[in-house]
């Protein structure tokens, strides 16, 4: 690694810390707004906070449903590029060459933020088919990239469904974490590819 990629690299971390922080803060807003306005206490804040209190069964369905999901997140993208001959554009140009350290917050962070706000709020109020439309429109970056939001539709509602099953935020949490960590970082994403789907 040369020292003129160091900056960015820390650039690029800061900007992912500020998303996760920003993203936190507007899912709590967004609930002491709704509570505030609409309900007319703090049920959706509660709700939120409870949630996030993890618990031995939310973790270990987290940890159980993981396998699953990086499966799933393997086979849709080679079924969008393969069979179904849709162009893809790489969404993970923000993940430049970093440590295995960085590579692992920036999964925290991004996993647990996006889930904190599109299943333990958007779900919690608006249900979850608009959580997962509004998580596919969040990874929408480009409009060559309408297939990979298509495929976080899919995500976003296997997520929601975990967080359904779980009641608590760590499940659908700790499978989104690893799977961005597993997608992030270069020594390891296209694992499936490489053993499981190999022809």
Not at 82 to 110: D, H, I, M, Q
Not at 185 to 199: C, E, M, S, V
Request: aromatic content about 12%.
């Amino acid at each position: 690694m040369t020292s003129s990629s160091r900056p960015e690299i820390k650039v690029t971390t800061l900007l992912i810390a500020v998303q996760a922080v920003i993203t936190v803060a507007l899912a709590f807003g967004m609930a002491a707004m709704v509570d505030h306005f609409f309900v007319g206490n703090n049920h959706y804040t509660h709700e939120l906070l409870w949630a996030l209190l993890p618990n031995t069964r939310a973790v270990l369905i987290g940890f159980a449903v993981t396998p699953a999901f990086l499966v799933l997140s393997e086979v849709i993208p080679y079924i969008r590029e393969r069979w179904l001959k849709l162009p893809t554009e790489n969404v993970n140009n923000y993940s430049v060459p970093t440590s295995t350290f960085g590579y692992v917050l920036r999964a925290l962070l991004s996993g647990s933020s996006e889930e904190i706000l599109f299943r333990g709020l958007i779900q919690a109020t608006l249900g979850l088919w608009v959580a997962a439309a509004l998580f596919a429109l969040l990874h929408l970056v480009s409009k060559k990239a309408w297939p990979y939001a298509a495929s976080t539709f899919i995500y976003g509602v296997f997520l929601g469904l975990v967080y359904i099953v779980a009641g608590n935020l760590w499940a659908p949490m700790i499978a989104h974490m690893i799977n961005n960590f597993v997608g992030m970082h270069p020594a390891i994403n296209g694992w499936a590819d490489r053993f499981l789907l190999r022809k």
